[in-house]
C-alpha cells in the first residue's frame, strides 16, 4: 500500500496563478483532509471531506476550494495565488472517528 | 476542542527515557487525548491515543492523571531517529465534525548521543 501520496511535492506559483494539489489514498478511508503548516508552527486544518461527494471547512478556508468526486483523491485548488498561501500542505486520511489520521509526505508551494 | 500547553523544547539522552509532558485543564469527559510527532517537516506521524486509562504500543506508553487534566507520553529507550516535534492534542471522538484535529506548536525533543 502507499499509504497517502500528494501531488506535486515542489511548486513555485506567481502571484494571481491559480494550481491544484492532489491527494490520493488507496486504503478505503472515508474521511480526508487538507492542512497547512507555515513555519515554526503547527499544521491547521483548511478543509475537510467526510466522504465522497462531502466537503466542509476547517480553519482557515478563505481562498481554497477542495473537491471530492471519488472517495480515494481530494483536490485542493487555488483560485488565484497569493503569496500568504506560501507555505506546506499536507493531506491526511483516515476511516473517521476516534481512528488515528495517516499523513502523506506534503506539498511544498511557494507564492511569488 | 480543549486546549493544551506544552512546554517548547526538551533534551533526552539517547538510550533513556523521554517524558514529555502536557497540560489539558479545560478537557472534556468525552474528549481523548492523542500524540502526534514531525520528524524534520515530514508529515506528521500517529502515536498513541487515549481516554482515561493509560495505554501502551509498540512505539510509546500514555500516562493520564486520574483527573485527566494532564498526561505524558514516555518515549521508553530513546534513539536519535526519536528526534522531532511532538504534538499534544485534544479533541472528541466519534462524530465530531469529521474528527479534525487542533495542532498547537508542540514540543521540540532533541535526543543526543
Known amino acids: 500500500n502507499a499509504g497517502v501520496t500528494q501531488t506535486p511535492k515542489f511548486r513555485v506559483l506567481k502571484t494571481g496563478q491559480s494550481m491544484t494539489l492532489l491527494c490520493a489514498q488507496d486504503m478505503n478511508h472515508e474521511y480526508m483532509y487538507w492542512y497547512r503548516q507555515d513555519p515554526g508552527m503547527g499544521l491547521r486544518l483548511i478543509h475537510y471531506s467526510v466522504g465522497e461527494g462531502t466537503t466542509a471547512k476547517g480553519e482557515v478556508p478563505d481562498g481554497y476550494n477542495v473537491s471530492r468526486l471519488k472517495k480515494q483523491n481530494f483536490l485542493l485548488g487555488l483560485e488565484s495565488a497569493a503569496p500568504s498561501q506560501t507555505s506546506v500542505y499536507f493531506c491526511?486520511?483516515?476511516?473517521?472517528?476516534?481512528?488515528?489520521?495517516?499523513f502523506g509526505p506534503g506539498t511544498r508551494l511557494t507564492v511569488l | 476542542d480543549a486546549k493544551t500547553t506544552q512546554p517548547p523544547s526538551m533534551d533526552c539522552a539517547e538510550g533513556r527515557a523521554a517524558n514529555l509532558p502536557c497540560n489539558h485543564s479545560?478537557?472534556?469527559?468525552?474528549?481523548?487525548v492523542y500524540w502526534y510527532r514531525q520528524i524534520h517537516s515530514q508529515g506528521p506521524q500517529y502515536i498513541i491515543h487515549?481516554?482515561?486509562n493509560n495505554e501502551t504500543n509498540e512505539m510509546a506508553s500514555l500516562i493520564i492523571t486520574e483527573d485527566r487534566k494532564s498526561s505524558t507520553l514516555i518515549l521508553p529507550h530513546a534513539t536519535l531517529r526519536d528526534t522531532a516535534v511532538y504534538y499534544c492534542?485534544?479533541?472528541?471522538?466519534?462524530?465530531?465534525?469529521?474528527?479534525?484535529?487542533?495542532f498547537g506548536q508542540g514540543t521540540e525533543l532533541s535526543v543526543k548521543p
Open positions: 492534542i485534544v479533541r472528541v471522538g466519534a462524530g465530531n465534525q469529521g474528527g479534525k484535529l487542533i
Open positions: 487515549g481516554l482515561k
Open positions: 479545560t478537557i472534556s469527559g468525552n474528549e481523548y
Open positions: 491526511a486520511s483516515n476511516r473517521g472517528g476516534i481512528n488515528e489520521q495517516f
